[in-house]
């Protein structure tokens, strides 16, 4: 799981959170501070599509 | 002589969150339980080291908009996390130490303390945990 920061109280908005032993993440979450960082879905290979018509 | 004068530079964080600009007063104070040793034959009462209990005490103003002091502490109440406190903003050294309190409960969290014509403020105490301090 990765997280954004967004609040300057945490660090450099935009940069990833890597949490440190002991700190609450559910209530930095809560408050707003930071954010999971979105999931890129893996691209799906590309299909052709048979076109010709027999 | 050997002075310490506190202006505005102590850093205060909690949870990770600096919340340096909401407090106007922190106290790190350890505490280790005094454990009775004293046997026959002593002619005074000697202790020896029981479990620590360290103690971080803040006067914070109290603001409920986003990822101020509410913000910070609202889940954490009941909870433990870590704390840290250092004298100066000026880089973590011998002379600068940072205290840390991690794994330290909060177990009480006033929430309005209003008065009129006072700002709101409000005092909190983290109990606990694993004290260290480092210098680099």
């Given amino acids: ?54 | 002589m050997a002075t310490s004068t506190y202006l505005s530079s102590p850093v205060v964080t909690v949870n990770a969150v600096d919340l340096t600009d909401q407090c106007n007063a922190a106290a790190i104070t350890r505490f280790l339980e005094a454990l009775e040793s004293t046997a026959f034959g002593s002619s005074s009462r000697v202790y020896v080291k029981g479990l620590e209990n360290s103690t971080l005490t803040l006067s914070l103003y109290n603001s409920f908009a986003l990822t101020e002091t509410y913000a910070t502490l609202n889940a954490l109440v009941g909870t433990s996390t870590t704390v840290t406190l250092k004298p100066t903003s000026a880089a973590t050294s011998a002379t600068n130490p940072i205290f840390t309190l991690t794994g330290t409960y909060l177990e009480t969290l006033p929430l309005v303390n209003g008065q009129l014509g006072a700002l709101d403020t409000i005092d909190i105490v983290f109990t606990g945990g694993v004290f260290s301090v480092a210098i680099v």
Avoid: H, W
């Fill in chain 1, 1 to 54: 799981m990765k997280y954004e920061i967004v609040s300057p109280r945490i660090g450099t908005p935009g940069d990833e959170y890597e949490p440190v032993e002991g700190v609450n993440v559910d209530a930095l979450l809560a408050g707003g501070f930071i954010i999971q960082s979105p999931n890129k879905a893996p691209k799906g290979a590309k299909t052709k599509t048979d076109t010709n018509e027999e």
